[in-house]
């Protein structure tokens, strides 16, 4: 089995064949048993995939195939799309189709057993780092709470990546959400001394995972969620467009995602942002699609955890 190096979960760190079929056109598969530690958390009782661990694989596996096209050190930098259609449930095998004609936009297919799960283009090549030097916003300064997210989330421990959060008191639409990077979380549980701070860097999967979850807690301040409703429902995110990918986040860092709220209906949301740490942007989001379903319309899977 090949194997390369995943940060996040080991369910996503080998993947169980590879084929090359042109030099720029590659094919990857990986198996998720029932128990697999990557549905932990999220969500108990409707595990699945979350999107972001396909944003990990696609950019994984692009790497290895870059490495491989005799074009190593390249580096994923953008999600210019990425469309999320199907979920992936315990036991489902995932296939990811990924090719280019140029590497600065390699295109990503993942199917399950022929059908559509996600798609999209993803970006290889430096950051412009003049764009990702400074960032002139700041937080609000009002209080934070820690406990909102335990009470409105449905992620559990160790998808749950928000640790305060802030509504604006001038503005509904905005909002601030805080991640604390810690060196004790599992994406570091293989850290060593001879660990470089490159490797150390807090995977850019998770950081768009967490400004998601700050996003959701925006949208059920905005009773996105139908708190009012007899039905529980759970938020997806349905589209990521125009990520860009700055400087890095290190333990001991403190991301802040500064959420703002675009358009809102009654069951389809868009916002935009930026993660920083303190006057570093890390992260700019141009623009995320969340949508509302009853969580009973989620397909349910099955763990033994």
Not at 107 to 123: D, E, L, M, R
Not at 172 to 193: F, M, Q
Request: proline share 7%; charged share 20%; aromatic share 8%.
């Amino acid at each position: 089995m090949a194997t390369f190096s995943a940060p996040i979960a080991r369910g996503i760190r080998s993947f169980r064949s590879c084929t090359q079929y042109a030099p720029c056109d590659w094919q990857f598969v990986w198996q998720f048993a029932a128990d697999d530690e990557c549905f932990r958390g999220h969500f108990p009782g409707h595990p699945v995939l979350p999107g972001v661990f396909l944003l990990e694989m696609a950019i994984r596996a692009a790497e290895y195939a870059l490495e491989q096209a005799a074009m190593p050190g390249h580096q994923i930098r953008s999600v210019s799309r990425l469309r999320f259609v199907n979920p992936i449930l315990p036991g489902d095998t995932c296939v990811l189709r990924l090719h280019w004609e140029d590497p600065e936009q390699i295109q990503i297919a993942f199917t399950k057993a022929g059908t559509n799960v996600a798609h999209g283009v993803i970006g290889i090549g430096e950051p412009d780092r003049g764009a990702f030097r400074k960032h002139t916003g700041s937080a609000p300064a009002i209080a934070r709470d820690g406990v909102l997210p335990v009470e409105v989330l449905p992620h559990r421990y160790p998808m749950l990546l928000v640790d305060g959060f802030a509504l604006d008191r001038c503005d509904k639409d905005r909002a601030t959400a805080y991640k604390n990077v810690t060196i004790n979380e599992p994406c570091y549980r293989d850290a060593g001394h001879d660990t470089g701070a490159g490797e150390l860097a807090y995977p850019p999967a998770l950081i768009v995972e967490s400004f998601a979850q700050g996003a959701g807690l925006l949208l059920s301040r905005r009773g996105f969620l139908g708190s009012g409703s007899s039905q529980p429902s759970l938020m997806l995110f349905g589209e990521f467009r125009d990520i860009q990918f700055g400087s890095n986040a290190l333990p001991g860092d403190q991301l802040r995602h500064e959420i703002q709220l675009t358009s809102v209906g009654r069951n389809i949301a868009h916002l935009a942002g930026v993660s920083c740490v303190e006057d570093r942007i890390v992260a700019s989001f141009g623009s995320l699609m969340a949508f509302s379903i009853s969580a009973g319309a989620v397909p349910r899977g099955e763990v033994s955890r």
